[in-house]
């Protein structure tokens, strides 16, 4: 069975910085495509970075380009995304997706 499981997220200060870690069992994720996709209140579900097998293949939406970086350690099974210079409408809940199977995602809130 594929789960996935969130963490890090928090309150945190514009400007300032978080990493997510998804936590993934039931397959290997170096086999596959992973994404993280966030949706803010009362907004849709927003596909925010995608990471596939190979070097270089990251992509990113255009808002969160160059202060978001996805990642993968394939000995821990484990995807992270660390989000820098973090903006208020980056608040939402973040999770991580293979194919329709989704965390229960993690809550990220940026305020001062």
């Known amino acids: 069975e594929v789960q996935l499981e969130e963490f890090g997220g928090g309150l945190v200060q514009p400007g300032g910085s978080l990493r997510l870690s998804c936590a993934a069992s039931?397959?290997?994720?170096?086999?596959?495509?992973m994404r993280w996709v966030r949706q803010a209140p009362g907004a849709d579900l927003e596909w925010v970075a995608g990471?596939?097998?190979?070097?270089?293949?990251?992509t990113y939406t255009d808002s969160v380009k160059g202060r978001f970086t996805i990642s993968r350690d394939n000995t821990k099974n484990a995807l992270y995304l660390q989000m820098n210079n973090l903006k208020p409408e980056d608040t939402a809940v973040y999770y991580c997706?293979?194919?329709?199977?989704r965390g229960r995602g993690t809550q990220v809130t940026v305020s001062s």
């Open positions: 990471m596939g097998t190979g070097s270089g293949s990251e």
């Open positions: 997706e293979l194919g329709p199977t």
């Open positions: 039931g397959f290997p994720i170096k086999n596959y495509h």
